[in-house]
């Protein structure tokens, strides 16, 4: 869900430890703190939620804790390949996966989970406002078909187009709409900044538009998008990714850390164990990238600098 070029898929960043420590550093001078923490390979998966959890932990890492960081730009599954080899050490927020869990934490037994983010995540089909406001039962998945015309496009031809952002995203879409025997097509934008070029545009354009979108997500705040309802999710309903035909389930977002890395001693294991936040919390920072267009390093430490608690209790001080 890339925003900005330091967003580029495949491309590895090096981003050196500084001596730089903050008043409620840990206290040991930075480079004694860098033997002892080392390196610490982090997943850089593409939207700029996880963008932003990034940003804050590796900025403390780095400044409090003199780890060298090396930051990874890979998609959600290929990451998870990472930990039996050593390439990768932590995935900062984990979206299900749940065949991948039990592949690599099961029974492979080479990663571990950390517990939640603290974030709530939610997945589903959205509408822009004014078409929601206008057609008052399109959020109802019942009544879909007959506007099904209106979202028509040269990509999607005779069916509604519905939109997607990257194809690397957890997304049932095809199937839902499969299941549900509606007259739609997914059609990949590419990315999140495409995804929400496209909603911004069709909200301020007066243009029909449905997609996939989720929270948490700071665009939200600027185009509050409606959420359209279909059947509930069960437990199960999602279990054969060829029938499904329900909502997507409520994500409580967490954290997965290479075993071997959480036991190592580095002091690096006991922030990722202890880094929680709130949506609020993630948003704030999302935006600072992605509208302020401000660095990572600066968009992190004006977090941090509004936080010191919260991060010296991740910090375990």
């Avoid at 036991?263 to 509208?291: E, M, R």
Wanted: hydrophobic share 45%.
């Amino acid at each position: 869900m890339s925003t900005t070029s330091r967003f580029r898929r495949g491309t590895v960043f090096l981003l050196v430890a500084t001596a730089i420590s903050f008043a409620f550093s840990a206290g040991a001078p930075a480079q004694a703190a860098a033997a002892k923490c080392g390196t610490v390979n982090l997943a850089d998966n593409a939207w700029v939620g996880y963008e932003a959890d990034l940003a804050v932990v590796s900025y403390i890492m780095k400044n409090d804790l003199g780890c060298k960081v090396v930051v990874k730009n890979l998609s959600e599954q290929v990451s998870w390949q990472g930990f039996p080899t050593g390439q990768i050490d932590a995935i900062l927020e984990n979206w299900g996966h749940e065949d991948l869990a039990a592949k690599y934490i099961t029974k492979q037994k080479v990663a571990v989970d950390l517990g939640s983010t603290g974030n709530k995540g939610i997945i589903g089909w959205y509408v822009v406002p004014w078409l929601a406001a206008k057609y008052p039962d399109i959020t109802n998945w019942k009544n879909l078909n007959k506007y099904a015309s209106m979202f028509k496009t040269s990509e999607s031809g005779s069916q509604g187009a519905f939109l997607d952002g990257d194809p690397s995203y957890v997304t049932n879409d095809a199937a839902i709409i499969k299941n549900l025997k509606l007259n739609y097509k997914v059609i990949y934008t590419g990315s999140e900044a495409a995804l929400i070029t496209s909603f911004r545009n069709a909200e301020a354009q007066k243009k029909p538009m449905i997609g996939y979108f989720y929270e948490p997500q700071w665009f939200l705040a600027q185009v509050p998008l409606v959420h359209v309802t279909l059947p509930a999710w069960k437990s199960g309903c999602d279990a054969n990714p060829k029938t499904v035909a329900c909502d997507y389930p409520p994500y409580a977002l967490n954290k997965v850390a290479s075993a071997k890395f959480m036991s190592s001693g580095s002091p690096a294991a006991t922030l990722l164990k202890n880094f929680s936040w709130t949506n609020a919390d993630q948003n704030s920072v999302a935006k600072s990238l992605a509208v302020d267009k401000l660095s990572d390093d600066a968009a992190a430490k004006i977090w941090i600098t509004a936080h010191p608690a919260i991060v010296k209790k991740w910090l375990g001080n």
